[in-house]
């Protein structure tokens, strides 16, 4: 049997969360520079998403841009990279290498402290917010000392 490569680090676990529902968490310390895990699910073209949420096969919760073109749906058949939650000052990136996500520790994480990605949302079909707009509808509860109060970039 194959192992994906989120089962094969164990880095992390799934656990409640003081930003939102579901967090993942450190098991370990992880070293700056570690390839944590990849974002694993559905791949669309951004402008899939709106049927698939039309549809009912997602919420678009889970989405993560690979380019200006796909996303990764970790709602579908996603792992737990999906539950990392986001934060304004974040322990950890995204790279992209050969069109797949991965998600790397952008610092040293210590034992049991949340992961956290900027995710740098904007809107799937490019619409212009007003910062109103942003904070109403994409409210961040990271808790921060520097937070934006918003997931859009």
Not at 29 to 46: H, N, V
Not at 47 to 65: F, H, I, K, Q, W
């Amino acid at each position: 049997m194959e192992m994906s490569p989120s089962s094969t680090r164990d880095f992390a676990r799934v656990g409640k969360s003081r930003i939102q529902g579901r967090g993942v968490f450190a098991k370990r310390k992880i070293p700056r520079g570690t390839r944590i895990f990849e974002y694993e699910g559905k791949r669309l073209r951004r402008d899939a998403v709106a049927g698939e949420v039309v549809l009912g096969l997602t919420s678009s919760r889970y989405v993560l841009a690979v380019d200006d073109d796909d996303v990764i749906d970790g709602e579908q058949g996603g792992n737990d990279a999906r539950f990392v939650n986001h934060g304004c000052e974040p322990s950890c990136e995204v790279y992209v290498f050969d069109g797949i996500p991965y998600v790397y520790a952008m610092r040293d994480i210590m034992r049991h402290e949340e992961l956290t990605i900027d995710y740098k949302l904007r809107p799937l079909d490019g619409t212009i917010l007003t910062h109103e707009e942003k904070l109403e509808k994409h409210p961040c509860q990271c808790g921060s000392t520097h937070c934006r109060g918003t997931l859009i970039a």
